[in-house]
Nanobody
Framework: QVHLVESGGGLVQAGGSLLLSCASA????????MGWYRQAPGKQRDSVAS???????WYADAVKGRFTISKDDAKNTIYLRMNNLKSEDTAVYYC???????????WGQGTQVTVSS
């Protein structure tokens, strides 16, 4: 089991940016897939972005061109840069890891992102 801790959520105006971080308690070079999910109130939890050990990335259509997932192996941390935020991006964002896509074996506690219009 991988211990994941998210940070960086908060309140931002529409059009603004946020950077989410997810620190892993184990070296991420040993993790095949990591990613981000989000869950808005009353909605299902959806995969937003993922990144492989080899740095291949995937994005949900709703965030393509606005969100960027990246990782720093030396810091055992992945990031989600969110630009041009919209009110529909309001959700709890979860960091995940796993061996198959979409990564969902291990979950962080979540961080709230609220976008005001």
């Amino acid at each position: 089991q991988v211990h994941l801790v998210e940070s960086g959520g908060g309140l931002v105006q529409a059009g603004g940016s946020l950077l989410l971080s997810c620190a892993s308690a184990m070296p991420i070079t040993g993790i095949e897939l990591m990613g981000w999910y989000r869950q808005a109130p009353g909605k299902q939890r959806d995969s937003v972005a993922s990144i492989t050990r080899a740095n291949y990335t995937w994005y949900a259509d709703a965030v393509k061109g606005r969100f960027t997932i990246s990782k720093d192996d030396a810091k055992n941390t992945i990031y989600l840069r969110m630009n041009n935020l919209k009110s529909e991006d309001t959700a709890v964002y979860y960091c995940t890891s796993g061996h198959r896509w979409p990564p969902s074996d291990d979950w962080g506690q979540g961080t709230q992102v609220t976008v005001s219009s």
